[in-house]
């Protein structure tokens, strides 16, 4: 279902649950608890902890639960990641005028439930292959609809090193205006890269842009 097309992260996995401290790099109460701050508003330690339980949760009901969680190490760096990436995300669609609608998701997932076999085979796939738990099938669909109508929008074919680089730098330029600030306990937001800086698992490092997943 998911043809890897660009070397961008979309998300990454992270490891144990721990309990942050200020952003040391800032020194606003208004960092109190954060993980990350992004555009002004806090990304708190416990929403990355509740994300990271609920997927944790998922791989241990599935029956290769050891495999999957053995193959996630890094998921708390991880899921801070995809969360920042998606406002990122957000903003870049947003500037370049690019909207996906709660029924483009709705048809999007549809489609790929039928050609998958159903909504079991779906969630068991993003578990699989995007750690997302099943009430994030959702926002994964949402964010690959993004990136697909961002990138039509740009003129940006993804299979192109050159469409490539065009998405990369909307998604950085946005970055850059978000002020992303990250708690150095997860490490270093990479506007240029738009990642985590030293997330090492290869597992989600690519763009993907599957053919069932289509706008209305």
């Known amino acids: 279902m998911f043809r890897r097309r660009t070397s961008l992260s979309l998300s990454a996995a992270a490891a144990a649950l721990v309990v942050a401290p200020l952003l040391t790099?800032?020194?606003s109460d208004a960092h109190a608890g954060a993980a990350a701050v992004v555009d002004g508003e806090r990304i708190t330690v416990s929403q990355v902890q509740e994300k990271v339980r609920a997927v944790r949760e998922a791989q241990r009901e599935t029956g290769q639960g050891a495999q999957l969680i053995r193959n996630?190490?890094?998921l708390t760096r991880g899921t801070l990641h995809g969360m920042v990436f998606g406002r990122v995300l957000e903003k870049a669609a947003e500037d370049a005028g690019v909207k996906v609608t709660r029924r483009d998701v709705q048809l999007a997932r549809e489609d790929a439930e039928r050609q998958l076999g159903g909504a079991e085979q779906l969630e068991a796939m993003m578990l699989q292959?995007?750690?997302?738990?099943?009430?994030?099938v959702d926002d994964?669909?949402?964010v690959q609809l993004l990136l697909q109508k961002l990138g039509e929008r740009l003129g940006a074919d993804q299979r192109t090193p050159q469409g490539q680089e065009k998405l990369r730098t909307a998604l950085e330029e946005a970055s850059r205006d978000m002020?992303?600030?990250v708690n150095p306990r997860y490490g270093t937001w990479d506007d240029e890269q738009i990642t985590l800086a030293d997330l090492k698992q290869p597992w989600i490092k690519e763009i993907s842009n599957p053919e069932p997943l289509r706008a209305a």
Do not use: S, Y
């Open 25 to 27: 790099a800032c020194g």
């Open 140 to 142: 994964m669909v949402r």
């Open 72 to 74: 996630t190490e890094q």
């Open 129 to 136: 292959q995007r750690a997302a738990a099943p009430d994030e």
């Open 179 to 181: 002020d992303v600030t």
